[in-house]
């Protein structure tokens, strides 16, 4: 006998809240909670299991992935799985996080009837005794990588002087602390055209951003805001270098990538007057 291999989220709101479901086939309403979860099927990657379950569960479709644990966490079947060919699953977990739009997707289904939105001491309080060790695990490992940011999508309600997002620029406006503070995009280098990155490569992406709220600046939240924003692009998207390009006299710009990891490779001229390129290496 084996254990079977399976996925598992802590599904994150805004608030760093994290989603805890109902089963349907529990009548108590004080006990049955639980974290989305679900089988990988034969030749399926983790990644695309996660995706198909949080849709067939909760029918969840527009997440960000922003974590994973690096092995998985076995647990026993205890007694409603004893014709089951296996001992009990193996748990991948995977740190998802949604904004207002994944938010109102999210619904009641054949295998859970309600939900609500807790914190880890709740889940730890609450889940299964058998698996309380899983969990306790999972957000072990996870709950360091919860963001301090909350990247949203820029939709035509948001904008004011900036162009809405399209294939090639994807804007953002960043939340730190339940609050807007600036914008940050990402785009295709290759594609943008214009005298732009020319004959660059499709793994490769540009990043621009900039804090609007004066408060916020000087306290290292810009060091941080890029470091988070690398990691929601690398989870999400297929990318081997980061490429930004500060004026040379953004001295404070400069250092503020160099902090998070980026190299100078040159000084460059661009529609916009001379730069100096900077990159990233994943």
Known sequence: LDYRPNVAAFVLNRKNEILFCHRRDVTSNQEGFQVPQGGIENGEFPIDALRRELGEEICLVDFRIIGNM??????????????SPYLGQEQVYFLVQVDKTGESQIKATKDFDSYKWVDGKTILNEVIEFKK?????????????????????????????????SDIVKQFIVYYQNKPIGYIQFYWAGKVGDGWWEGYSDTIVGIDQYIGDGSFIEKGIGTKMIKEFIN???????????????????????????????????????????????????
């Open 70 to 83: 690096n092995n998985g966490v076995r647990y026993r079947w205890h007694g409603q799985n004893v014709e």
């Open 232 to 282: 929601l692009i690398e989870k999400n998207h297929k990318v081997d270098k980061i490429i930004t390009d500060p004026a040379p006299t953004n001295l404070r710009a400069i250092r503020c990538y160099e902090k998070v990891g980026f190299n100078r490779a040159g000084e460059v001229d661009t529609p916009d007057g001379k730069a100096i390129l900077m990159e990233y290496d994943l």
């Open 133 to 165: 060790f899983v969990y306790e695990a999972a957000l072990a490992e996870l709950e360091p990588k919860f963001p301090e940011f909350f990247f949203k999508p820029l939709e035509e309600s948001d904008m004011r002087f900036v162009r809405t997002s």
